[in-house]
């Protein structure tokens, strides 16, 4: 381990902020392409979301298209069945994003995740889209993660 990672590593254990990058599939992103996804906080994979907690995820990604708007449309998916995910901002020009968004320019989406005290404790993986103007996909990205209470 280098001395930065060693340092990033001690700041995470002391409870600062640090982003974790996590693994997660590419579900179809067909007018841009993603760079990495960052949860924080997420030091284990799957991703361990506490109820009553909420998660903040990082999506950086390139843009192929110029586009007016951006929506967000987060589903978890349950034993293969896509349920809607209510997120409190579906507006992505409101989350990190400037917008209108412009073609070959790079763009960090930021967003929190909450997770509701009455969800299940259970496995799932959260689907996470970003829709340009003609409701295709900026991005499309799933990764897994634990609901723990
Ligand atoms: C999002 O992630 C990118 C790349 O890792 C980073 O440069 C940027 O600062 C992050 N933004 C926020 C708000 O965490």
Redesign the pocket.
């Known amino acids: 381990m280098d001395v930065r990672a060693g340092i990033i590593l001690l700041f995470c254990l002391m409870g600062f902020t640090c982003?974790d990058t996590v693994k997660f599939i590419d579900c179809g992103s067909s007018t841009g392409k993603v760079v990495?996804v960052?949860i924080n906080p997420c030091p284990n994979q799957p991703c361990e979301l506490q109820k009553g907690q909420s998660y903040?995820v990082?999506v950086?990604f390139n843009s192929d298209v110029s586009s007016q708007t951006s929506t967000a449309l987060v589903h978890g998916i349950i034993a293969g069945v896509p349920i809607p995910f209510p997120i409190p901002i579906e507006d992505g020009c409101k989350s990190?994003i400037q917008c209108p968004i412009q073609q070959q320019q790079k763009y960090?989406y930021?967003n929190l995740l909450p997770v509701k005290s009455e969800y299940p404790s259970i496995k799932l993986v959260v689907e996470w889209e970003l829709r340009d103007d003609d409701k295709k996909d900026l991005f499309c990205i799933r990764f897994p993660v634990k609901i723990v209470s």
């Open positions: 982003a990495t960052d903040s990082n950086t990190g960090n930021v």
